[in-house]
């Protein structure tokens, strides 16, 4: 269990960490001459249940908010500190609303300097702690008088921490590794180390990692520390210290703020859509473009607030969309508090729903559907929700919330989903896709009876919902290996549709192929040539020639040179031979003109034609297959 503290400056929190553990967290000389916390101070004691608890110590002075809420932000329990003498502070407030805009739900108040008060005074101060919880998630916490100078009260808030350590689940470790930095330093003979709490997943010495938001800062686990502790494994829930190693890997390279991380969920973000509660402690409602900083976990940056619908008044809460001035590495359901830019109050808080935000149509009523869908924090719950809307990309889905793609095949079980490729749909959602698939085609025939079938392209803008490409090649396939859908070459046609020529044009047709075929395929005879030997109009064979193109029987490579279908497809696997053996993939005219013993002209307008239909990409006198167009011929 993480315990973190809270409250005024000079209220005795670092003190009552020492009396319960033993040990300074003030480490800096300047807070041991000034007496009072700057930086994060951090302590680890066993309570008495056998299990290593770990204390953050943040500071209590309002200039030095920024560094509390880096410390706040992976505490399993706070321990809220109010003086006897002083009572209720305005630091105390500030500190009780962010542990509320954090999440947290459990927590003790400490009246600690209970030396200087007498009952009267303390049964006040308490009055005036109940009266700030109240409506606070941790309106129930008890309230334990103590003295760090008597000892009065430690043995019985131990007790009650030990207790509540022994109540503490264990987090889920299940998902990707995360672990938000708080320090990085260097040890001699050890190298460059970093510390945090871990947020999720485990990681054990060994393991790669990337320190995100930067990009491309691979890093491999020599050492884990974890509860301050030499350990085989650090997992969600401890304070861990990572001894790291790699090239460019150095404590400069490194701040508060990073996260190290499984390779796979590296993927930092500048637009985020959330949920926002305001306190009610600000002046004004909150509009478009209003500034702020933004803190998550140990994250601090600037943000502006875009509500996304009204703008939110004090004591509200509201969907909006942060964009902010650098990338953060988050996870959906990650907590987040603003401030404003000046740093003295706290604006208010929430939780992110959505971490790759559109810049337009930001307020769609589809989108603002979209983010609700995306509040529970079970994940099959919120994928079951999201995917009545539109389809999900999964592997994204899984990435956003740290889950790894094992987590895949489980949960679209559990939601319900259907795939195709990576993209999940609803099983309402397919069954659309494929009937608007048939009904689309089936009305395209009926159009154009004499076309062999439609464009794939424009079959894809067609249906709805509109799949990416790739996504939608899949899709054909899992519906021709059905027997819904036959593609032909660049077409794609209902199963029992074909388009028929009349029985002379057949009779005519059967006369010309013989000589696409056979020795003379790759220069077969022209238009004209054809109309020479058989004594036929030239524009009648232009014409036979062109349904039979529609056909997919034939391709027109020029105005007046035909080459049959299979001709086409052996040409193309030539192309790959010529791919596959030069370096880099890039191969020349002359090459291709060779394996099909053709003339440097004729072979230039086959390459022009495949040029043409995007599957080849030329560049100078050289050409390669276009990867996403490969199958273009199959």
Not at 145 to 157: C, F, M, Q, R
Not at 162 to 167: G, K, M, P, Q, S
Not at 255 to 282: F, M
Not at 542 to 564: E, Y
């Amino acid at each position: 269990m993480i315990i973190g503290t809270a409250g005024h400056i000079d209220h005795g929190k670092t003190a009552l960490v020492r009396a319960l553990t033993g040990q300074d967290t003030d480490r800096l000389a300047e807070e041991k001459a000034r007496g009072i916390t700057i930086e994060l101070g951090f302590a680890y004691a066993d309570l008495g249940g056998g299990a290593i608890t770990g204390f953050i110590d943040v500071p209590g002075h309002e200039r030095l908010v920024h560094t509390m809420l880096a410390g706040a932000g992976g505490i399993d329990f706070a321990l809220l500190v109010v003086a006897a003498d002083d009572g209720i502070m305005p630091q105390t407030r500030e500190h009780l609303a962010i542990l509320d805009l954090l999440g947290l739900t459990r927590g003790a108040v400490a009246l600690t300097k209970a030396d200087l008060a007498d009952g009267p005074r303390r049964a006040e101060v308490t009055a005036q702690i109940r009266a700030a919880l109240a409506g606070s998630g941790l309106a129930d916490a008890p309230v334990i008088p103590v003295s760090s100078l008597t000892g009065e009260g430690i043995a019985g808030l131990r007790a009650l921490l030990a207790e509540a350590e022994a109540a503490t689940t264990l987090r889920r470790a299940g998902g990707g590794f995360r672990l938000a930095v708080d320090r990085s330093f260097t040890l001699a003979g050890t190298g460059t180390v970093v510390t945090g709490t871990v947020l999720s997943g485990r990681i054990t010495p060994g393991e790669t990692v990337t320190i995100s938001p930067k990009e491309g800062l691979s890093a491999r686990i020599r050492g884990v520390h974890a509860q301050n502790r030499e350990a085989g494994e650090g997992r969600a829930g401890q304070r861990c210290a990572l001894n790291l190693a790699g090239e460019n890997i150095h404590k400069e390279a490194i701040h508060r703020g990073d996260v190290v991380l499984t390779p796979g969920l590296h993927a930092p973000t500048d637009r985020i859509d959330a949920d926002l509660t305001v306190l009610g402690s600000e002046p004004k409602p909150l509009g478009t473009w209003f500034p702020a900083r933004l803190h998550s976990h140990s994250f601090e940056c600037g943000a502006r607030i875009v509500p996304l619908a009204d703008p939110i008044v004090p004591g509200a809460s509201g969907l909006v969309q942060l964009v902010l001035d650098r990338p953060i590495a988050a996870a959906l359901g990650d907590r987040f508090v603003l401030r404003d830019v000046s740093a003295s109050r706290t604006i208010g808080g929430g939780r992110f729903l959505d971490l790759r935000a559109p810049a337009r149509k930001r307020r769609a009523p589809e989108r603002l559907a979209w983010l609700t869908a995306a509040r529970p924090e079970d994940p099959a719950e919120a994928l079951r929700g999201q995917l009545e809307i539109a389809p999900v990309d999964l592997p994204g889905f899984l990435r956003d919330r740290a889950l790894l793609p094992a987590a895949g095949p489980a949960l679209t079980v559990a939601a319900g989903a259907q795939m195709i490729g990576p993209l999940a749909l609803s099983a309402a959602r397919l069954c659309g896709l494929r009937e608007g698939l048939a009904a689309t085609l089936a009305q395209f025939h009926d159009d154009n009876p004499d076309l062999p079938g439609m464009g794939r392209e424009r079959l894809r803008l067609a249906l709805t919902p509109r799949l990416p490409k790739d996504v939608f090649l899949t899709f054909l396939r899992q519906e021709t290996d059905a027997g819904r859908a036959a593609p032909d070459g660049a077409f794609v046609r209902l199963p029992g549709h074909e388009v028929r020529l009349s029985p002379e044009d057949e009779a005519l047709l059967n006369r010309i192929l013989p000589a696409l075929l056979g020795e003379a395929r790759f220069r077969p005879p022209r238009v004209r040539d054809f109309a020479d030997a058989f004594g036929v109009d030239e524009r009648e064979i232009r014409r036979v020639m062109r349904h039979s193109q529609k056909m997919g029987r034939t391709d027109q490579i020029a105005h007046d040179h035909f080459f049959a279908r299979e001709v086409t497809r052996e040409m193309v696997a030539i192309l790959h031979d010529l791919e596959e053996a030069t370096e880099g993939g890039w191969f020349t005219a002359p090459a291709f003109r060779d394996r099909v013993q053709n003339g440097r002209k004729v072979a230039i307008g086959i390459l022009d034609f495949f040029d043409r239909h995007g599957l080849t990409l030329r560049r100078g006198d050289l050409r390669r297959i276009n990867p996403h167009r490969a199958d273009l011929f199959d």
